[in-house]
């Protein structure tokens, strides 16, 4: 299936109105308890198929977004209930927030991650965003420039454990769930081939000094990332603050006990994802 092309048009042509605009308003107020997303998920629900595959553009987590829902749960997430969208892990990166940050996000898909942290960081803070998936890279770098955020820049490429090409899975049901790995039956229809590098050939064609946090969620391809990282990259760009993806059935090895190796203590399990610290 051959993805949709993306609506660019100025911000502000699809604002949502009427039915969908309350609908929205109910679920970003219901709470986080169990009947509270219980009326959430419902209304939700009500409100995709009322979309038709539309976009929407909304404020999100304290930045404006153009949000494609209709096949990516992320999205989806960021228009109808963003304070359901990794409360825990958003919560602890502010928490730990300086105003000169140096932030990776990879897999950073349309951008939740990234335009939270330029929104709550400083004009001296240095965000990358990688995301290799030409459709979603589009809708990351429109997210971007909407804002006018100078402290981001996107890079169109895989990270992986070599540079060079590699083959992407696509899940045409959820493009968030894409992977270098086939990580369930929708993956096995579509693929692409897209250019990858190393994490430490990225940090170091930026020329970073450290990193103070990091983010990454490539739906099981974690330990291609980080093993090979940890092997070459200087203690210097270790992370201080590592969020990754919580998916040990799909790793090749052990990746939470090689973060232990490496001196890495684990703050939280979320669900999702696990949140690691080191000293």
Same mark, same amino acid.
């Given at each position: ?7 660019? %048009? ?20 219901? $709470? ?15 409100? *995709? ?11 999100? *987590? ?10 990516? =749960? ?11 969208? @990794? ?8 928490? =730990?927030?300086? @105003? ?30 990688? /995301? ?10 429109? =997210? ?22 590699? %083959?992407?899975?696509? =899940?045409?049901?959820? $493009? ?21 590098? $190393? ?31 940890? /092997? ?12 990754? /993806? ?25 669900? %999702? ?7």
């Amino acid at each position: 299936m051959k993805p949709a092309a993306n609506d660019l %048009t100025s911000f502000g042509q699809f604002r949502p109105r009427g039915l969908v605009a309350r609908l929205i308003a109910l679920t970003r107020r219901s $709470s986080n308890g169990w009947l509270g997303k219980r009326r959430a998920f419902l209304l939700r629900s009500l409100g *995709l198929k009322m979309l038709h595959g539309r976009p929407m553009d909304v404020e999100s *987590l304290g930045t404006r977004m153009r949000l494609f829902p209709a096949r990516n =749960n992320s999205e989806k997430k960021l228009l109808f209930t963003p304070q359901y969208f @990794d409360e825990d892990e958003r919560a602890y990166l502010l928490a =730990n927030m300086r @105003d000169d940050i140096v932030f990776v996000d990879i897999g950073a898909d349309v951008g939740g991650y990234c335009l939270f942290v330029a929104a709550h960081a400083g004009p001296r803070a240095r965000i990358l965003a990688i /995301e290799p998936q030409p459709d979603i890279f589009e809708r990351l770098i429109y =997210n971007i420039r909407v804002n006018a955020f100078s402290t981001i820049k996107a890079i169109a490429c895989a990270v992986a454990d070599r540079t060079g090409p590699v %083959t992407l899975f696509v =899940n045409p049901m959820n $493009s968030g769930e894409t992977s270098m790995r086939i990580v369930n039956a929708h993956a096995r229809g579509r693929h692409i081939e897209v250019q990858a590098k $190393s994490l430490l050939s990225l940090l170091a064609d930026e020329a970073f000094d450290r990193v103070d946090a990091m983010k990454i969620d490539v739906e099981g391809a974690e330990d291609l990332i980080v093993e090979p990282f940890f /092997e070459h990259a200087p203690p210097a760009l270790w992370p201080t603050v590592l969020i990754v /993806e919580d998916a040990p059935a799909r790793w090749g090895i052990d990746l939470e006990a090689l973060l232990r190796q490496r001196g890495y203590g684990l703050v939280r399990r979320t669900g %999702t994802n696990l949140i690691y610290r080191r000293p």
